[in-house]
Structure formats: C-alpha cells, structure tokens
T-cell receptor, first 112, second 115 residues
Framework: GQQLNQSPQSMFIQEGEDVSMNCTSS?????WLWYKQEPGEGPVLLIA?????ELTSNGRLTAQFGITRKDSFLNISASIPSDVGIYFC????????????FGTGTRLKVLA | SQTIHQWPATLVQPVGSPLSLECTVE??????LYWYRQAAGRGLQLLFY??????ISSEVPQNLSASRPQDRQFILSSKKLLLSDSGFYLC??????????????FGPGTRLLVL
C-alpha cells in the first residue's frame, strides 16, 4: 500500500543531542500524526497537527505541519535514553478518506 | 476517558487453523475502527476499516476478514491461517464524521505466530 517517505531510517545519537526527522509525500494531507512505538507495544500518539503551518509542542517534542501540506517534521530536543524507539508519521489524505498513510518509521537509539 | 482493548495479547496457531482477534473500544460512540498488520521491523499495513456497524472496507486482498457486530467491537478473522499471516496485529480507533481532522489511537496489539 501507499507509504510516506520518512527519513532518516535510523539514528544513533548521544544523550543530550537534538533529533530531527521528517516525512514527505507527493499527496496533500489534512492531518499529520506522530507516534512512538516501543517493542511489543502499540504506537502511542505524541503530537497531532491539523492545520498547514501549525507548530505544536509536547514537552521536548515539537512537530510542524508543512505549509504545502505535503510534509511534516518532528524534533526531539535534549534526547534521553527513554526516547529510544521507532517513530512513525501518519497522514490523513485531504480527499476526505478515513484512511491514514504511515511512514516507514525512524528507529532512534540513544547512547548514554 | 477512552480505552481500547485487544485480545489475546499473544497467539500461536498452526497453519490451517481458524483465527479470531477481538478489539473493543470504551468511552466513545460511533468510532471509526481499523485493523493494521505490522511485520517485524516494518511499518503499518492497513487491512480493514469500518465507519459503522456492519460496514467494512477491505484494503488488502488476503485470507483475512473483518466484522463489526456492535458499535465498539471489531473482529478480525480467518478460516485457515497461512504462515504469512504471522505478525503484530493492531486495532485502532478514531472519531469523526467527515473523515477529516481526526486523531487515531492504537490498542496494545496481538502478536500472532503461525507455525
């Protein structure tokens, strides 16, 4: 099925560093969601974005809805070991479908 | 507050056996419900979604089926499992009438191993 282009695929960073990941598509979306998934668990919603240009924070996490509505990024500031996991973006197409398209995931590892 | 339940948490089944995974949502009405499958280390593949009782949209042709017998209950079934059906099955819900601007929440998942 369709998937969003999410990058990077994986990241190894030192504790305290900032992290940035993004999702891009050729399609226009009306909603962007960012999730974190830990092994053996369901994805947990981190941030939801509903308007083009919207910038939303959740603690050390910040995400933005791209102005073209075709992309979104997620930043994590001052990473800590518990940030380890796989981060997924998901977009809901502007065509009014109930479906979400998911990115391929960014696997984050934090070195203490 | 809303809660989503899935069971069983883990399931080991022989090839050719039937399957029934259940998902229920509490604390909301008329949710949109979704079944996804996730292969190890991979992204999420949408299998089915439902916007109302008895309404099922299938995304991927395969030997799985879904049913929604009640407003907040979503069931994933198979008559005969294949090895390729192994994976992590996730149920999710969202609320919205227009199909726009909705937030989707996931359950804890069921890990299925077909031997």
């Amino acid at each position: 099925g369709q998937q969003l282009n999410q990058s990077p695929q994986s990241m190894f960073i030192q504790e305290g560093e900032d992290v940035s990941m993004n999702c891009t598509s050729s399609s226009i979306f009306n909603t962007w969601l960012w999730y974190k998934q830990e092994p053996g668990e369901g994805p947990v919603l981190l941030i939801a974005l509903y308007k083009a240009g919207e910038l939303t924070s959740n603690g050390r996490l910040t995400a933005q809805f791209g102005i073209t509505r075709k992309d979104s990024f997620l930043n994590i500031s001052a990473s800590i070991p518990s940030d380890v996991g796989i981060y997924f973006c998901a977009g809901q197409l502007a065509s009014g479908t109930y479906k979400y398209i998911f990115g391929t995931g960014t696997r984050l590892k934090v070195l203490a | 507050s809303q809660t989503i339940h899935q069971w069983p948490a883990t399931l080991v089944q022989p090839v050719g056996s039937p399957l029934s995974l259940e998902c229920t949502v509490e604390g909301t009405s008329n949710p949109n419900l979704y079944w996804y499958r996730q292969a190890a280390g991979r992204g999420l593949q949408l299998l089915f979604y439902s916007v109302g009782i008895g309404q099922i949209s299938s995304e991927v042709p395969q030997n799985l089926s879904a049913s929604r017998p009640q407003d907040r209950q979503f069931i994933l079934s198979s008559k005969k499992l294949l090895l390729s059906d192994s994976g992590f099955y996730l149920c999710a819900w969202s609320v919205g009438a227009s199909g726009a601007g909705e937030t989707q929440y996931f359950g804890p998942g069921t890990r299925l191993l077909v031997l």
